[in-house]
Antibody, heavy 114, light 110 residues
């Protein structure tokens, strides 16, 4: 099971950190992938991080604006998104997997509004 | 990376079968066997229904099946039930070591 942090409201230009904590065996030997879904739109792959060695791969669209990290002692993964704009308003999901995603967090709504 | 192409909507009656297509390129769908399908009900997280083109996870109904031909993958749902009404998304691994989603298909069970 993956449990994410609560909803956030941010102003344009601000940053946000979304956390994702795992229970059971849903962390080690896994990739954590982050997906976002804007209102009325389909999901969008943002990137992934290896829970074992911290290796990351980001979608080109988000390069330089997001950072994914893990803390194995807390069985947690984090994603920081910087320089927020209104188009970043979305539900952000963490999920496990590299090519297919089987366990999902409940989602974190991030609203960017002045 | 452009989104994979899916029909915006499909519909069927209970008991019927429907197929949703997912078209990409040789750089994604056509080049890899890493196509997955997800079902998403309103205000819920997506749920994987098919992975690696045609493998059904434990607990997913046998009524869901997947296939691929060339650059197009397909999801077939047989014996439609009212609870199948949802949005469906395909994904594929890509040559850039990323994953791309389809635009989504809204399934209406009449």
């Amino acid at each position: 099971q993956l449990v994410q942090s609560g909803a956030e409201v941010k102003k344009p230009g601000a940053s946000v950190r979304v956390s994702c904590r795992a229970s059971g065996n849903t962390f080690t030997n896994h990739y954590i992938t982050w997906v976002r879904q804007a209102p009325g739109h389909g999901p969008e792959w943002m990137g992934r991080i290896s829970a074992d060695n911290g290796d990351t791969k980001y979608a080109q669209k988000f390069q330089g604006r997001i950072t994914m990290t893990t803390d194995t002692s807390k069985r947690a993964s984090y994603m920081d998104v910087r320089s927020l704009i209104s188009d970043d308003t979305a539900i952000y999901f963490c999920t496990t997997g590299l090519y297919s995603f089987d366990t999902w967090g409940q989602g974190t709504l991030v609203t960017v509004s002045s | 990376q452009s989104a994979l192409t899916q029909p915006a909507s499909v519909s069927g009656s209970p008991g019927q079968s429907i197929t949703i297509s997912c078209t990409g390129t040789i750089s994604d769908v056509g080049g890899y066997s890493s196509v997955s399908w997800y079902q998403q009900h309103p205000a819920k997280a997506p749920k994987v229904m098919i992975y690696d083109v045609a493998i059904r996870p434990s607990g997913v109904s046998y009524r869901f099946s997947g296939s691929k031909s060339g650059n197009t993958a397909s999801l077939t749902i047989s014996d439609l039930q009212t609870d199948d009404e949802a949005d469906y998304y395909c994904t594929s691994y890509t040559k850039n070591d990323t994953v791309v989603f389809g635009g989504g298909t809204k399934l209406t069970v009449l």
